[in-house]
């Protein structure tokens, strides 16, 4: 029998590659890594059974209609606002995410950002390479403390649970917003989203991108909070109005922003650029390689499950 076959879109580590290899005829992007455009992937997927995607591949009504072989789509990622849901759905195809491998790491990872926004590192880092420091100084870079603070936690599942927890050894008090209430969320207390907005000096965004939660945060959200708050952005771009937030940064309605997504990323907002009260980084909440290898092994696991007739390890639909 031939084997299925199965399109990975990016680099992958080696190992993982072997893991398919025995079980799947693979096409691959292992020398180019960058994504493929629609139509490459449109013609890629022709004769294809499976497909390894990453959060950068939109898998839409149009690209599934391009593959009618397909039958399970393994996103190596958590979240899956890149692909048609629905759509794979109507077309009995199943799709898998890579949930709990990422959680320790991504809440690390949040807490990286806040750090820096609070204290100002990478603005502190650019002033000397620059060559501008001339010496100590009482108020130098002064930034503002995280310990004993309000931290806010909007969206309060795996991850947000993961960061409410490391708030314990900073001595914060922790409240969060979800739609419903979290069953497991003992060190932190609920509470509606404007009062969140009000009373946090730390807002952590970590909701899942969908059409309820595009521009969650927005003019209205950023001039409820305190003009000494910061804003920790490691859901999606979209989740908040970049406009209105380079806005409230440059006004002074907030004091800074940590932000690891973009609306339209890699593309970002120029308005951030200028502004040093914003730390920036690419996407990378995720990024260690052990973890990095995790999520990418658990979505070639569930291919290898389908494939073997087994139960999905980690299924969406
Ligand atoms: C990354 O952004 C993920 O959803 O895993």
């Keep these: 029998m031939p084997k299925p076959k199965l399109l990975i879109t990016r680099r992958v580590y080696d190992p993982v590659l072997q893991s398919l290899s025995g079980v799947f005829d693979i096409g691959h992007n292992q020398d180019r890594d960058e994504p493929f455009t629609r139509s490459e992937l449109i013609q890629k997927l022709a004769d294809v059974d499976y497909l390894l995607c990453s959060v950068v591949d939109r898998i839409d009504e149009e690209i599934l209609a391009a593959a009618p072989k397909l039958k399970c789509i393994a996103n190596g990622a958590v979240g899956t606002n890149n692909i048609d849901l629905k759509a794979c759905s109507a077309r009995g195809i199943v799709v898998t995410n890579t949930p709990d491998v990422l ?25 000397l390479r620059q060559g501008h420091w001339r010496g100590w100084s009482f108020d130098q870079l002064a930034g503002v403390d995280v310990h004993g603070t309000t931290l806010g936690i909007l969206g309060m599942g795996r991850i947000g649970s993961a960061i409410a927890r490391r708030a314990q050894g900073f001595g914060m008090s922790v409240v969060y917003h979800n739609r419903r209430p979290a069953s497991d969320a003992s060190l932190a207390r609920y509470v509606e989203k404007e009062a969140l907005f009000k009373s946090a000096d730390f807002v952590v965004l ?34 908040v109005d970049d406009k209105a937030l380079v806005q409230a940064l440059s006004t002074g309605t907030i004091r800074a922003a940590g932000l690891d997504v973009f609306e339209g990323e890699p593309a970002l907002d120029p308005g951030f650029l200028e502004l040093s009260n914003v730390v920036l980084t690419p996407h990378i909440a995720s990024s260690t390689r052990a973890t990095r290898g995790a999520m990418m092994q658990l979505a070639a696991d569930n291919l290898l499950a389908h494939a073997q007739g087994q139960a999905l390890l980690t299924p969406v639909i």
């Design 206 to 239: 970590v909701v899942p991108y969908s059409p309820e939660t595009h521009h969650i945060v927005g003019a209205g959200e950023l001039s409820l909070m305190k003009p000494s708050a910061c804003l920790i952005n490691i859901a999606r771009g979209g989740v």
């Design 103 to 127: 959680t320790e790491t991504t809440a690390d990872f949040a807490w990286a950002l806040l750090m820096a926004t609070a204290r100002r590192l990478t603005e502190a880092e650019h002033y």
